[in-house]
């Protein structure tokens, strides 16, 4: 019986409504995983010259459909040339499906000074390209807590969000973080335009990202929040 013998735990409140999808009657907890905080770690300077002092959009991820890069592809499209232009955007990921990372090299192709294409990154340069990146965009169909997008948290980096993400639940909007819905690229394509012209805004939004990791994604938080959940557990009586 769920609260007795059972209790089910989720990532975020996107695990939570697809837990809720099958089992309604389910009460769900939250136990959000905690990363260490690489803003105290030395590791070196990942080499950014490629975006000519721009401001970065970075996305990290497996290339396929789950992940939505093609979403992203059709909004940095439906962009002004003139502001795209004033933004590098960085795609790093291995290549899942092909259909998508044709789109990006498409992509690429068509705006080589503006798009740019990783396939992979080791942890140092992940960690450096967080610190230097201006915001982080996840256009997942479904990701229940993108870790890409915590990183940036840890550096006070804001995220762009598909609501189909965990992260999304957590967001305050406009405070440390942006929202888009309906995996809709002319929403997404509306926020990156806000972005670039208001990259003043993402600046300012450093301390607010960094309390949203300290609050929810620490390692210390995860400990506490598990912690609870096993006294909570263990204190009920038993039933049979």
């Known amino acids: 019986t769920p609260g007795e013998n059972l209790h089910v735990c989720a990532v975020g ?20 995983y905690g990363l260490p905080d690489y803003a105290q770690e ?6 950014l010259s490629f975006a000519g002092g721009r401001p970065v ?31 590098a955007f960085l795609f ?55 870790t890409f997008v915590t990183e940036g948290l840890i550096f006070g980096k804001p995220a762009i969000v598909s609501e189909h993400t965990g992260t999304a639940g957590l967001v305050t909007e406009g405070v440390d973080g942006f929202v888009y819905r309906d995996d809709a690229p002319e929403q997404l394509a509306a926020l990156l335009a806000h972005a670039i012209e208001h990259t003043g805004q993402l600046a300012a939004m450093h301390p607010a990202c960094r309390r949203l990791y300290e609050e929810h994604y620490t390692n210390q ?20």
């Open 221 to 240: 938080s995860f400990v506490a929040a598990l912690t609870h959940l096993v006294e909570e557990t263990t204190a009920r009586p038993a039933s049979i």
């Open 42 to 47: 030395q590791f070196p300077r990942y080499d």
């Open 92 to 146: 790093v990921g291995k290549a899942a499906d092909s259909a998508i990372m044709a789109d990006i090299h498409r992509l690429t192709e068509a705006y080589p000074d503006t798009v740019f294409y990783r396939k992979r990154l080791e942890r140092p340069e992940i960690k450096s390209l967080m610190q230097q990146c201006a915001c982080v965009v996840c256009s997942s169909r479904d990701d229940p807590m993108p």
């Open 13 to 32: 409140s996107h695990a939570t409504a697809a837990i809720h999808s099958v089992r309604p009657d389910f009460p769900v907890e939250q136990l959000i």
């Open 57 to 87: 959009f970075v996305t990290v991820g497996s290339l396929e459909p789950r992940k939505g890069q093609d979403i992203l592809c059709d909004a940095i499209r439906r962009l002004p040339d003139a502001l795209r232009q004033k933004a």
